[in-house]
């Protein structure tokens, strides 16, 4: 079943000097029990996206969208109270910097405590009070914090980072939702902390099948476990699919960039042999290209790439591309 | 070849105080010692709190180490924590670009600041060079009229570079520059580390959790466990057969 299905999702700023449109015609859809992955660099909208399903979005935002299904209720007709009660029971999200997004004047067990709806609480009203410790308990626990007692009473700066990152999922699992939003949730942390996290969240999508949408910009961390992919620069989707089929054939340049970029995926690179890397910046929002956003920095560019092109579809597999590298690679040998 | 840096048996500690009386002296790094060739790369890896973040400041002179000695091309720079100040030629590069650059001054007079304390170069002399060297990191000679906010992520990184770069040093110390960027500017980003270093005979020390590029950048490793050295060899053998449990674990992880 269609959990989430989002067609030409449209986020635009309006300033000074005009529009500017910061997500460009999204589409994005996900079952159940999947795990998708949100792949591009730091600008290219990723977390306006995530924070447009949520609706945390604050009011300078436009938001336009063709559809945006949540379970069949289209979430962009339903008046904002109806949502948010729909959205806080079945959508959790963490946030980026874990350490940043707590109170910083509440303790660990009044935050985590807050989260815990009272429909799952049963007894009395001091049987409720104890239900509830019992489960921060359990909730701690799942999330992998041993010393549960000790970070119950502590504050948001007396701890590690990658702590404060597991009490944000510990929170987040509360409600048991059916989609759990991750934007960028291991940048902060170092590498055996990191593991551990997506441990985590793996396990919950396998015993739970809870979805996940993992928002990252780390290409290597997340291929191996997500069952699609999504691909965005400057806003624009570039290229979705099924992982695997994403790593095996990238028909997007920038797609192919990125794959090529990772030191894991370069085919018979050779050590301290330079990466393949396209060349100049990403351009600011302010001065996006009209057209095909790459269309500056792409070597295959042309005439055509002026014209913003349109999603192609094959096999779950869609890309924006007027020169595909399939076709080009098919006009080089024609047999 | 004679090495261009040479640590031996470098000691730290830090001492904070608990209760009234009673301090806690914390080491950090014991008996660290390596040697870097000339035009190589060396990788530090561990994990937190392994002392790694104290290593480069130590090499770069932001903080003194207890014991111990610092020899760069055969010359004492640094011995039990008493540094000579004529020497500005290890040079670190930090984190986060947006974030280690000073808001308030152009790129320009930043990297003219650099060449004021540190050389006797006339201001003719100074603003050639601050041109030279900002087309070496692939930047143009109008950006010195730039301000850090004007740029880029990827372009702040060689801003930042240009910083290190200005003074000509012998060794490089990036103490996790590479780790916060985008993947298509890192390998921008390391094209032109490898670039430089291939022109110049540039050392790198590499400070990273970043284990694929550690092995695609570096030619030796160093794995630090609680201050200690547990593993010190060539890139491929560690990687190929890792003997600490350290690098097991990293490995594994």
């Given at each position: 079943?269609?959990?989430?299905?989002?067609?030409?999702?449209?986020?635009?700023?309006?300033?000074?000097?005009?529009?500017?449109?910061?997500?460009?015609?999204?589409?994005?859809?996900?079952?159940?029990?999947?795990?998708?992955?949100?792949?591009?660099?730091?600008?290219?909208?990723?977390?306006?996206?995530?924070?447009?399903?949520?609706?945390?979005?604050?009011?300078?935002?436009?938001?336009?969208?063709?559809?945006?299904?949540?379970?069949?209720?289209?979430?962009?007709?339903?008046?904002?109270?109806?949502?948010?009660?729909?959205?806080?029971?079945?959508?959790?999200?963490?946030?980026?910097?874990?350490?940043?997004?707590?109170?910083?004047?509440?303790?660990?067990?009044?935050?985590?405590?807050?989260?815990?709806?009272?429909?799952?609480?049963?007894?009395?009203?001091?049987?409720?009070?104890?239900?509830?410790?019992?489960?921060?308990?359990?909730?701690?626990?799942?999330?992998?914090?041993?010393?549960?007692?000790?970070?119950?009473?502590?504050?948001?700066?007396?701890?590690?980072?990658?702590?404060?990152?597991?009490?944000?999922?510990?929170?987040?699992?509360?409600?048991?939702?059916?989609?759990?939003?991750?934007?960028?949730?291991?940048?902060?942390?170092?590498?055996?902390?990191?593991?551990?996290?997506?441990?985590?969240?793996?396990?919950?999508?396998?015993?739970?099948?809870?979805?996940?949408?993992?928002?990252?910009?780390?290409?290597?961390?997340?291929?191996?476990?997500?069952?699609?992919?999504?691909?965005?620069?400057?806003?624009?989707?570039?290229?979705?699919?099924?992982?695997?089929?994403?790593?095996?054939?990238?028909l997007h340049p920038y797609?192919q960039a990125?794959?090529?970029?990772?030191?894991?995926?370069?085919?018979?690179?050779?050590?301290?042999?330079?990466?393949?890397?396209l060349?100049?910046?990403?351009?600011?929002?302010?001065?996006?290209?009209?057209?095909c956003?790459l269309g500056p920095r792409c070597p295959q560019a042309q005439k055509e790439c002026?014209?913003?092109?349109?999603?192609?579809?094959?096999?779950?597999?869609?890309?924006?591309c007027h020169f595909p590298l399939?076709k080009v690679k098919?006009k080089c040998?024609?047999? | 070849?004679?090495?261009?840096?040479?640590?031996?048996?470098?000691?730290?500690?830090?001492?904070?105080?608990?209760?009234?009386?009673?301090?806690?002296?914390?080491?950090?790094?014991?008996?660290?010692?390596?040697?870097?060739?000339?035009?190589?790369?060396?990788?530090?890896?561990?994990?937190?709190?392994?002392?790694?973040?104290?290593?480069?400041?130590?090499?770069?002179?932001?903080?003194?180490?207890?014991?111990?000695?610092?020899?760069?091309?055969?010359?004492?720079?640094?011995?039990?924590?008493?540094?000579?100040?004529?020497?500005?030629?290890?040079?670190?590069?930090?984190?986060?670009?947006?974030?280690?650059?000073?808001?308030?001054?152009?790129?320009?007079?930043?990297?003219?600041?650099?060449?004021?304390?540190?050389?006797?170069?006339?201001?003719?002399?100074?603003?050639?060079?601050?041109?030279?060297?900002?087309?070496?990191?692939?930047?143009?000679?109008?950006?010195?009229?730039?301000?850090?906010?004007?740029?880029?992520?990827?372009?702040?990184?060689?801003?930042?570079?240009?910083?290190?770069?200005?003074?000509?040093?012998?060794?490089?110390?990036?103490?996790?520059?590479?780790?916060?960027?985008?993947?298509?500017?890192?390998?921008?980003?390391?094209?032109?580390?490898?670039?430089?270093?291939?022109?110049?005979?540039?050392?790198?020390?590499?400070?990273?959790?970043?284990?694929?590029?550690?092995?695609?950048?570096?030619?030796?490793?160093?794995?630090?466990?609680?201050?200690?050295?547990?593993?010190?060899?060539?890139?491929?053998?560690?990687?190929?057969?890792?003997?600490?449990?350290?690098?097991?674990?990293?490995?594994?992880?």
């Open positions: 079943m269609q959990l989430l299905d989002i067609k030409n999702l449209t986020i635009e700023l309006r300033t000074e000097d005009g529009v500017i449109r910061a997500v460009d015609k999204v589409n994005l859809s996900l079952k159940e029990g999947e795990v998708h992955a949100l792949v591009g660099e730091s600008g290219s909208g990723k977390s306006l996206i995530a924070k447009a399903i949520v609706g945390v979005l604050n009011q300078r935002w436009t938001v336009t969208a063709d559809r945006m299904h949540w379970r069949g209720v289209d979430l962009m007709r339903l008046s904002s109270e109806k949502r948010r009660k729909l959205v806080s029971q079945d959508i959790a999200m963490i946030y980026q910097e874990p350490s940043r997004s707590l109170d910083p004047t509440a303790t660990i067990f009044d935050q985590v405590a807050e989260s815990i709806p009272d429909s799952v609480l049963k007894g009395g009203f001091f049987g409720r009070r104890k239900a509830r410790k019992e489960k921060v308990r359990a909730l701690l626990h799942k999330a992998g914090i041993r010393d549960d007692k000790k970070i119950c009473s502590s504050y948001p700066h007396e701890l590690s980072e990658g702590m404060c990152q597991k009490i944000m999922i510990a929170m987040a699992i509360a409600r048991s939702p059916k989609l759990l939003i991750a934007d960028e949730p291991t940048t902060a942390l170092e590498s055996t902390a990191r593991a551990q996290v997506f441990r985590l969240l793996k396990a919950l999508n396998q015993l739970k099948n809870m979805s996940i949408l993992m928002i990252s910009h780390e290409l290597e961390e997340i291929s191996d476990w997500s069952h699609a992919m999504h691909v965005l620069y400057c806003g624009q989707m570039v290229e979705a699919g099924p992982t695997q089929a994403i790593f095996k054939q990238p797609t990125l794959v090529k970029s990772l030191p894991d995926f370069g085919q018979g690179l050779g050590h301290k042999e330079a990466f393949y890397a060349k100049g910046t990403i351009p600011p929002l302010q001065h996006l290209p009209i057209g956003r002026v014209v913003t092109p349109r999603q192609s579809r094959s096999h779950g597999h869609s890309y924006a399939i098919q040998n024609p047999s | 070849m004679q090495p261009v840096l040479k640590v031996q048996s470098l000691n730290k500690s830090y001492t904070s105080r608990q209760g009234l009386f009673r301090r806690r002296s914390l080491q950090v790094l014991r008996d660290v010692s390596f040697a870097l060739a000339p035009g190589q790369t060396l990788a530090i890896i561990g994990e937190t709190g392994s002392g790694k973040s104290t290593l480069a400041k130590v090499l770069a002179g932001a903080d003194m180490a207890d014991s111990g000695q610092i020899l760069l091309n055969g010359q004492i720079v640094e011995d039990a924590g008493i540094r000579n100040h004529d020497c500005r030629t290890i040079r670190l590069i930090f984190q986060d670009p947006t974030r280690s650059l000073n808001p308030g001054l152009t790129i320009g007079d930043m990297l003219d600041d650099c060449l004021q304390y540190n050389t006797e170069l006339t201001e003719e002399q100074r603003y050639k060079k601050i041109r030279i060297t900002l087309s070496r990191v692939g930047l143009l000679g109008e950006h010195i009229d730039y301000y850090p906010h004007m740029f880029s992520g990827g372009q702040l990184q060689r801003v930042a570079l240009a910083r290190a770069l200005i003074l000509d040093p012998k060794v490089l110390v990036l103490d996790e520059a590479l780790s916060s960027l985008d993947p298509s500017v890192r390998a921008q980003t390391v094209n032109l580390l490898l670039e430089l270093q291939a022109a110049t005979g540039l050392a790198y020390v590499l400070i990273t959790h970043h284990l694929s590029l550690v092995r695609h950048m570096s030619d030796e490793i160093l794995v630090l466990n609680r201050g200690k050295v547990v593993e010190y060899g060539e890139t491929e053998c560690v990687f190929n057969t890792p003997k600490s449990k350290t690098m097991q674990k990293l490995l594994s992880a």
